[in-house]
């Protein structure tokens, strides 16, 4: 079902198969011509575009009232007529009886041949129904028959069902989210930072760990409008789609200066789409302004949250490189996790290095509160510079090895519960968490300098570091 919102500046000025929108009934039924239709087929016809097959019938409610079936009738009684419908309070209020019509209509003509319970007729006049309501200041529920969810064998359950998921029910595959902040430095960034070899060589690299058949999708935030607040990226009606079809996606992507700064908005947007059930979760976020508290309606601990509870991975490609007092390390340097440092010694085997990961400090002045989130969730956080193409061979080393690092953690729980659940505009999805999740505290003390212990369970305060003793 679509919904249209138009200016006021509108009102009077519109004419068209929905009607003018001007307050009046008596001439809703304008054709394009300017005239009053006879009858709903030369209404309908006069707005055809040219190259229609063959003109529009009307629907003939006499008919639908003979030959729909008896279950159909009962779901559509349900819904408009019987005093105990998920509607009756609105009853009073917003007549049921051209909805009760479409029901039985789109409920006939449009039953799915599928093995969904829900019939997707009928509860889109359901929709359509608590839409005319919630207009009225009537919000109502979608009815618990319009909700089922497709478990990974094809098989359908209600809403409210529990599924639990163990070991090789599991599937090993990865839904893998790009979080892109929509500003100048992220412009043209499907060449000045790689990123069409960097999914290309993300799924290699995933297939070689026997995880496949792996779904990517792309957010974007923070530039101009539409891209002010988080959007997902959505071409030929797709959310999500394997790796050779990524790159329109971020070509979609208008890149501005904006204003909204609010990362952790997006990173909660971006765990709000329709995952499979039981796939892992990957978000890689690539943002250009400091992740600093002050731009975030959300505080730290409620994120980290989330992310633990759903299992989600956060890996952060800055827009910065991360600097020593050596430059030589600095040019060997590509990111780290909570335990271990990256360079390009791990582009064959990432190994890590723990000894080199002890001498960097979380790089709080430019990553904020956004690196630990990143390591927090088991995840990493990688010098983004390093994939602009000024030089080839060690921005594909780079590559390597980063997707090496993502692909490590991209493999889906052993342990999962399910739930069938759904959004009251009837879309249905499969909601999966751990078993067991670590707790927002679950930290490695014996690896973590006492500051940068202090800097993840207290994120907002700046700590004045103390300067290590011997560096690299």
């Not at 063959?54 to 729909?68: I, K, M, P, Q, W």
């Not at 009928?122 to 497709?150: K, N, Q």
């Not at 329709?274 to 250009?288: D, E, H, N, Q, Y």
């Not at 390009?344 to 790089?363: C, S, T």
Request: net charge negative.
């Amino acid at each position: 079902m679509c919904s249209f919102d138009l200016n006021g500046w509108y009102f009077g000025k519109t004419a068209g198969i929905l009607g003018t929108m001007n307050n009046e009934v008596f001439d809703d039924y304008l054709t394009s011509d300017h005239k009053f239709a006879a009858s709903q087929e030369q209404f309908i016809n006069s707005w055809t575009l040219p190259g229609c097959e063959a003109d529009v019938r009307a629907t003939n409610h006499t008919h639908n009232f003979l030959s729909v079936s008896n279950e159909l009738s009962q779901l559509c009684d349900s819904f408009f007529r019987q005093k105990h419908s998920y509607f009756a309070s609105c009853f009073p209020i917003v007549d049921t009886t051209p909805f009760y019509e479409m029901c039985l209509d789109l409920g006939h003509h449009l039953d799915s041949k599928s093995n969904d319970p829900s019939n997707k007729g009928a509860c889109t006049s359901a929709l359509a129904y608590m839409e005319a309501c919630h207009l009225e200041d009537m919000p109502l529920r979608v009815p618990d028959s319009c909700i089922h969810c497709r478990l990974i064998n094809g098989s359908y359950v209600p809403e409210g069902t529990f599924v639990p998921m163990k070991e090789n029910e599991i599937p090993q595959t990865t839904d893998v989210v790009f979080i892109v902040e929509a500003k100048l430095c992220n412009q043209n960034i499907t060449t000045s930072k790689s990123i069409v070899a960097m999914v290309q060589t993300l799924h290699k690299e995933l297939q070689e760990l026997n995880i496949t058949d792996n779904r990517y999708s792309v957010m974007a935030f923070g530039g101009m409008s539409p891209f002010d607040k988080p959007r997902s990226v959505i071409v030929n009606d797709n959310v999500f789609v394997s790796h050779e079809y990524i790159e329109p996606f971020f070509n979609h992507i208008a890149m501005a200066s904006g204003t909204n700064d609010d990362i952790f908005d997006a990173i909660i947007a971006a765990s709000k789409l329709v995952f499979r059930p039981g796939a892992s979760k990957t978000f890689i976020l690539m943002p250009c302004t400091k992740c600093s508290s002050s731009s975030m309606k959300m505080d730290y601990s409620s994120v980290l949250q989330l992310l633990l509870e759903n299992g989600i991975k956060l890996h952060i490609l800055t827009d910065h490189d991360i600097e020593f007092d050596k430059s030589r390390v600095s040019r060997m340097f590509f990111g780290m996790d909570s335990s271990k440092a990256y360079t390009k010694k791990d582009l064959k085997d990432l190994a890590g290095d723990v000894e080199l990961r002890k001498q960097i400090r979380l790089p709080k002045a430019t990553l904020g509160n956004c690196a630990a989130l990143a390591l927090e969730t088991n995840g990493s956080v990688f010098s983004g510079r390093k994939l602009r193409p000024e030089r080839r061979n060690p921005t594909k080393k780079f590559i390597t090895v980063f997707t090496k690092r993502v692909a490590s953690t991209a493999v889906s729980t052993s342990c999962q519960t399910c739930e069938c659940t759904g959004h009251n505009t009837g879309v249905s999805y499969m909601l999966c968490l751990p078993c067991t999740y670590p707790s927002a505290f679950s930290l490695d003390h014996e690896r973590m300098s006492e500051d940068e212990l202090l800097s993840v369970l207290q994120p907002d305060h700046d700590w004045d570091w103390e300067e290590d003793d011997e560096l690299l």
